[in-house]
């Protein structure tokens, strides 16, 4: 996260409304994707088909797994070298991260592939086997454009053309939303979405490789730059970034395998609409933690840990008020929020299972909040390691209640996952920063005004 140290001389309230603008409008476009999308799905192909469709995609969703965190650690290490004029280095590192990428990319598509056919294909009733296999292939092959068009565009962030990337990954939101309207509008199932989707995302993709080759000279596609020295360096820390990634898969898409398996496809519909209007909840206090990643890397390489201190006190008090409005919202407005996201579609909620997910989101956003101090610092390797075992841990207690408890045994699971979260990471963190609790129930203006004025 080092590519900031070129902006050094910028303030940091100026740097932290820019970071903020940069992501609003990249997460409204996605959360008016999903909002809009669900009740015109339902509309058109009904609970059950949805809910089949919603079953394959969150299986696919661990292809992008496949990435390996390569492109977050290529981002981190090519920066670094394009601050210090190592282009060469920079290029060597993109050419063997890509060989990373595409190689376990493609060993998920076949592992995937195989556990959908053998122990998914009882629970497909409503699209047709024949379809299965043509959709199957045509979203991983989408998924697999996904993973490429992002390996490239992590080149923008690490050339400190973060907006840029924010950009093009708005319109590529927006391309997927268009082919899904297309499909649905021309009466298309499963295999003609899947379709227009990848037509439009090779689109993007062709326009990332054009407008990469254009402005990064430096990038020369050359064999001899493949060196297993460099393969090896780049493992590493980029299997920390994929298990924190398969933290964030199995806390969001892994339990819509669990319903679908043990309660059946009937409560995919539901689960995925509650946890699509929590999703949106948390964007408003990620809007705080997203910006502060690389400020949290500058201070603590520069050892200025009493600044660090006061600015994760500030974000989480800010993130603390900004989740309490968030939850304070969808509970009293959940009625016409579930109404507008469904197209005026009836759906039955189960209230138990709603106030557990509004109180396990104002723990998540917590720490990670908190979380961004390790992760902008490169100090995650154990907090991907806690987060797949608190993931497990949160899985088993699903299992063993949602026979009694349905779908609240999810969010139970999601409240062991958080809490366990929330104590291993204020425990790391406060060592990192050589912090003390107590800190946070005092408040210093004028400790604060120095904060927002620091460079």
Known sequence: MLQVTSLKNASFLKRFFSGVGATFINQLTSLANQFV?????????????????????????????????????????????????????????????????????LIFFLIIFFIILFFQKNNIKYIDQSELYIFLSLLSIYLFIYIQSSLLSGIYSASLQFTRQKNIDTFAKLFDFIAILI?????????????????????IFIFIIYDVKKRFHWIKLDVNYIQTSTISAIIKPAFANMFLNLGYLLYYNGPVILVSNLLGNTYVPQYYAII?????AKQVPYLITLPLYPEYAR????????????????????????????????????????????????????????ILCLVALLLQSIWHAS??????????????????LASFLGYTVMILSMENLKLTSVSLGLLVIDIFMILTIFYQVFILLDEKLDNFFRFDLRKVNTLFKHD
């Open 37 to 105: 999308s669900i009740g015109i799905f339902i509309s058109f192909w009904g609970e059950m088909y949805y809910a089949e469709w919603i079953l394959i995609y969150s299986y696919c969703q661990y292809l992008t797994m496949g990435d390996v965190g390569v492109s977050a650690t290529l981002s981190n290490k090519i920066a670094s070298f394009i601050e210090s004029k190592k282009t060469e280095e920079a290029n060597k590192w993109f050419i063997n991260g890509w060989i990373i990428s595409t190689f376990f990319s």
């Open 183 to 203: 499909s649905l509008n021309l009466g298309g199932k499963v295999i003609l979405t899947s379709a227009l989707l990848i037509l439009f995302r090779t689109i």
């Open 276 to 280: 699509t209007i929590i999703r949106a």
């Open 299 to 354: 201070l603590i390489e520069s050892k200025s840990l009493e600044l660090a201190r006061q600015m994760h006190r500030v974000a989480l008090r800010l993130t603390f008020i900004l989740a309490i409005v968030a939850i304070l919202f969808i509970f009293f407005f959940s009625d016409f929020v579930i109404k507008m996201l469904l197209q005026n579609n009836s759906l039955i909620i189960d209230r138990p299972f709603f």
């Open 371 to 388: 979380s961004a101090v390790l992760v902008g610092s490169n100090n995650h390797i154990k907090l991907a390691y806690h987060f797949t």
